[in-house]
């Protein structure tokens, strides 16, 4: 039962794997996985409670990690279903992608249960290398040569970052003698005095700053939002950045109260993610690069959370990544409806969507105004309360720069907004129309964007009990 | 709490707040241009129909807040969904939603294309407005605040005209650029007084000055922005240029009063010290306002940006009034709101009415037009004579209590704000003038026809207002005395207090 969702996303994958050894019909493999990820999703759904460690205890099984595992399940499934047949992945090798989509999940969901040093490595790794295969199998028709390139990028950014995070372990490992977090959290504490401890937490969280695309680790974003495929975007802007948040909190919650060095380079990470992610989005022509120059500014926001170091910031954090997965998913919604042909999109591209689908337009407008942070969306409520915790905490002068910051996005947010509202198209343009279940999805989409946004009690104690199950 | 009178009956303000959102939900599954315009009526109609409710139950005899309900929101934060109206608010609750019905009716035929989201935007943007006249919880307010940017933006950026992308997204950029530091000014009093988001207790508490002073310029800016006092009211021509006819009397009549009542609710009672020592510089560039206004909208030959000019030269009338700290200059700047909604508001109207007929803003394609319009000719002499302060008209009274309560703070100040009254009767009756009769060379203006009913209907209660306010002032001013008095009479209190804080400090 503890590892139950695991175990049927390993079985899916393997029969997925068979599957690839054939040559299926797309229609038969978007069924499959479809229905292979709804099963993981209800399993994590079903195992929510579940409470046990496995692997002689490097794998911790609670309601954090089943929350993370659910979260996961949920993204990925929402970007499987709009993904429809995957039109930017190469045809030949579509059953491929899927089985290194999958493991990359896999790996992902591993990473929120692993409370050992090898254990996140092992995880981290597995779901890296599955990611740097899915950025180049884009199809040639839909990206040129863009894909490779990125693909490229992507894999050597990362194997650096695992580097630094590796050696950042080492430290760890020989400050404490013991690769369990719980071991480490009780040896370290009183180690925040020596610069070895503070440049060890360091450089292991620049393994997971990379993930979720922070200052000075963003290096890679912008290409490889650029070049990978619509859906392999989609997927790499939310999920791994849940994952992400859920090691980073656990890493962080070793940093003890002397760990000041540590909190304050937090500060400069966050701010300056935020003014170089909003400031370079606003000269953005293509929407996916945009998009990620706002990711690395909303990851920012999330480290707000973390560097507050108490457990009502990291509950916000957790809240905050959530939203920020679900406006994210909407826009890329309506990027991979929009573009059949898996083409990328420039910002252009959505004149007059209005005309063209209004649903998917107020889908468009909701997300980018949500992620602009103007109330009553979830972006304005999640940044209004990791600003409260981080003005708790007496960082005042980030606080200003953090709401300036939000003056400075709203600029690029807004144009794209107005291309698709207040600009009509030229001549005869393409009607787009979504599938059904495509159209269920962003109504879903919607719902959690407004009421994330209006009732967060709910979804906050939801966050702070998780929260609470592992301090 | 002891500052709130709760209410146990029926949840009028919440009605009053959330009528106009059902509405736009009903409106969704409509097919019918023509049923969506009748539904938006209705429900305007009603939420106009609650509001002499409300008149009717407003206890004129106490400075609390009334109609109060207070529900718990968000737990974690201490947010609470707290509303309530007291004297200064009433009036401008009452306004707003008198006046949609009208912005219904005004964009009937104005409307052509996509009636179903222009009504639903309407609608969204009542209920931000009138919450925003009643959140007694800074986060509801400023939920509120910043919300109704997102209708208004659409109302000027699908609706408006030539250049409306250009002044849609000004118009958006400002008022969030503005507001975004009293985000952080909001998070700061929350902190400081024992996390709570409740209005009524974050005044006149003794905050340090140097804080104070930091608040007030959060305050100031997001609020001026919203007036638009000098020099921030660029937005304001190129907004009400291009949005449609409701549009630009939602932002004349309601938008632009909450910048105002932004001043009179938070920066005057949260503080006072800083508004001691600031307010000669708010003084003067409210001066600097409305001569800049006035002589602009001299110089306009499109009707709208002469109407919108003149609103800076107005609402400065209105933030001079507010700084100079007495009872007649606040009770007078209040009035003041209230008569520049009616009458700005009406102005654009017709403006609207004339633009339905010849496609043009410009005064020189408007000439001549009173020989064929005799109506609405009449209409438009009441609304400009209103506008400049003619006596027996409701601005008259306004304008003259400011300008008694200026006298009475300062003579210098006084006479310089004179020639902003002597202006304004320059520019509208150029207008007017131009209009009704023109010159030797007017276009051809025979094939041009008067008002049909339903602009009758939509112009009359406003010229009803603007007679009522003019000759009988009473029952207004009396809402808002006991609050008003109230305020002032803290004031006094604060300040002597800090006085005598400050001289044992002195004497130690």
Same mark, same amino acid.
């Given at each position: ?252 919650? &070793? #940093? !003890? *109260?002397?760990? @000041?060095?540590? /909190? ?5 990470? =966050? +701010? ?114 990791? &600003? #409260? !915790? *981080?003005?708790? @905490?007496?960082? /005042? ?5 953090? =709401? +300036? ?67 | ?508």
């Amino acid at each position: 039962m503890l590892f139950l969702p695991e175990l049927i996303l390993l079985l899916g994958t393997l029969c997925l794997f068979l599957v690839s050894l054939g040559s299926p019909a797309i229609d038969t493999l978007r069924k499959l996985t479809v229905i292979i990820m709804a099963l993981v999703m209800l399993a994590s759904l079903a195992c929510l409670n579940q409470k046990g460690s496995l692997f002689f205890d490097s794998y911790q099984v609670d309601f954090f990690s089943q929350l993370f595992k659910f979260l996961i399940c949920t993204a990925t499934l929402v970007v499987l279903i709009f993904s429809e047949d995957a039109p930017g992945i190469r045809s030949d090798v579509k059953a491929e992608y899927n089985v290194f989509l999958f493991t990359g999940v896999l790996g992902l969901m591993m990473l929120t249960s692993s409370v050992e040093l090898l254990a996140i490595l092992v995880s981290l790794e597995l779901s890296s290398f599955a990611l740097y295969i899915m950025v180049p199998m884009r199809s040639a028709e839909s990206g040129g040569a863009m894909q490779m390139e990125s693909g490229i990028k992507y894999l050597l950014f990362g194997v650096m970052s695992t580097g630094f995070m590796l050696f950042g372990m080492s430290y760890i490992f020989g400050l404490c003698g013991s690769t369990y977090l719980s071991d480490i959290a009780v040896q370290i504490e009183p180690l925040f005095y020596q610069p070895a401890a503070i440049i060890a937490i360091a450089l292991m969280l620049a393994g997971f700053f990379y993930k979720l695309a922070i200052f000075p680790f963003h290096f890679w974003v912008p290409d490889v939002y650029q070049g990978a495929a619509n859906e392999t975007t989609a997927f790499i802007a939310a999920v791994p950045k849940i994952a992400a948040v859920a090691v980073m909190i656990r890493i962080v919650s &070793l #940093v !003890s *109260a002397e760990g @000041q060095t540590v /909190v304050n380079l937090l500060l400069i990470c =966050a +701010i300056g993610s935020m003014f170089y992610g909003n400031l370079s989005a606003l000269v953005q022509k293509d929407f996916k690069r945009m998009l990620g120059f706002s990711g690395i500014s909303h990851a920012g926001f999330v480290l707000f959370g973390l560097l507050t170091l108490s457990s009502q910031g990291y509950a916000t954090s957790l809240y905050y990544i959530i939203g920020y997965a679900a406006m994210n998913l909407a826009c890329f919604l309506v990027v991979c409806t929009v573009a059949p042909s898996g083409k990328n999109l420039a910002i252009e591209d959505f004149t007059g969507l209005h005309q063209r689908s209004p649903l998917l337009a107020v889908i468009l407008a909701i997300g980018l105004f949500a992620l602009a942070g103007i109330p009553p969306f979830v972006g304005f409520t999640g940044k209004f309360m990791l &600003l #409260v !915790s *981080a003005f708790k @905490q007496g960082h /005042v002068l980030a606080v200003v720069l953090a =709401a +300036i910051n939000t003056a400075i996005a709203i600029y690029y947010y807004l144009s794209v907004v107005r291309v698709a509202y207040c600009s009509d198209p030229e001549g005869a343009t393409m009607q787009v129309a979504p599938g059904t279940l495509t159209t269920a999805v962003s109504l879903l989409l919607l719902l959690v964007i407004v009421a994330m946004g209006i009732l967060p009690g709910a979804f906050l104690n939801l966050t702070s009990t998780a929260i609470g199950t592992i301090l | 709490m002891d500052q709130l009178l709760i209410n146990h009956g029926f949840p009028l303000l919440s009605a009053l707040i959330f009528l106009p959102l059902v509405g736009a939900f009903v409106l969704l599954p409509l097919k019918s241009d023509e049923t969506c315009r009748y539904v938006s009526l209705v429900f305007t109609a009603i939420v106009a129909l609650l509001s002499f409710v409300l008149v009717a139950g407003f206890d004129t005899t106490t400075a609390a807040f009334q109609f109060a309900e207070t529900h718990t929101w968000i737990a974690p934060l201490n947010i609470n969904y707290t509303v309530g109206v007291d004297g200064i608010s009433i009036l401008l609750v009452v306004m707003t939603a008198l006046i949609m019905p009208f912005c219904v009716l005004a964009s009937w035929s104005y409307i052509q294309f996509r009636v179903k989201p222009f009504m639903i935007c309407l609608l969204i943007m009542e209920t931000a407005m009138i919450g925003v006249f009643v959140a007694l919880d800074f986060v509801l307010f400023y939920i509120l605040w910043e919300a109704m940017l997102i209708p208004m933006y659409l109302l000027i950026g699908i609706w408006g005209g030539p250049r409306k992308i250009y002044a849609s997204i000004k118009f958006f950029l400002y008022t969030l650029a503005g507001s975004i530091l009293l985000l952080v000014a909001i998070i700061w009093l929350y902190w400081k007084n024992s996390y709570t988001f409740f209005i009524p207790d974050m005044m006149w508490q003794p905050y340090g000055i140097t804080p104070q002073v930091l608040v007030f310029i959060a305050f100031f800016i997001a609020f001026a922005v919203k007036v638009p006092m000098f020099p921030f009211h660029t937005w304001l021509p190129a907004a009400h240029v291009e949005a449609p006819t409701a549009g630009s009397v939602i932002l004349a009549s309601i938008l632009l009063k909450m910048g105002t009542y932004g001043f009179v609710r938070f920066a005057l009672p949260i503080v006072p010290d800083a508004t001691l020592l600031l307010m000669p510089y708010v003084l003067w560039l409210s001066i600097a306002g409305i001569i800049y206004g006035g002589l602009t909208a001299l110089a306009q030959q499109d009707m709208k940006k002469l109407i919108a000019y003149s609103s800076v030269g107005h609402m400065g009338f209105v933030t001079l009034g507010i700084f100079v700290l007495n009872k007649q200059g606040i009770e007078g700047a209040i009035l003041q709101m209230i008569n520049h909604g009616v009458t700005t508001g009406a102005l654009f109207l017709c403006v609207g009415m004339i633009y339905e007929r010849t496609h043009s803003r410009e005064l020189s394609a408007a000439t001549g037009v009173g020989r064929y319009m005799p109506i609405f000719v009449t209409f438009l002499a009441f609304f400009s004579l209103s506008s400049f302060g003619f006596p027996g008209t409701n601005s008259f009274v306004g304008e003259f209590l400011v300008l008694a309560g200026t006298f009475e703070f300062d003579l210098t100040l006084g006479l310089a704000a004179i020639p902003g009254a002597v202006i304004a009767a320059a520019y509208m009756l150029r207008m007017l003038q131009k209009v009704v009769w023109g010159g030797v060379d007017n276009p051809d203006q025979s094939w041009i026809t008067d008002l049909n009913t339903r602009e009758i209907v939509t112009l009359a209660p406003f010229l009803l207002f603007v007679l009522w306010i003019g000759l009988s002032p009473g029952p207004f001013m009396e809402m808002m005395d006991y609050s008003v008095t109230d305020l002032l009479d803290q004031f006094n209190v604060y300040k002597a207090q800090s006085v005598a804080a400050a001289e044992i400090l002195v004497r130690r």
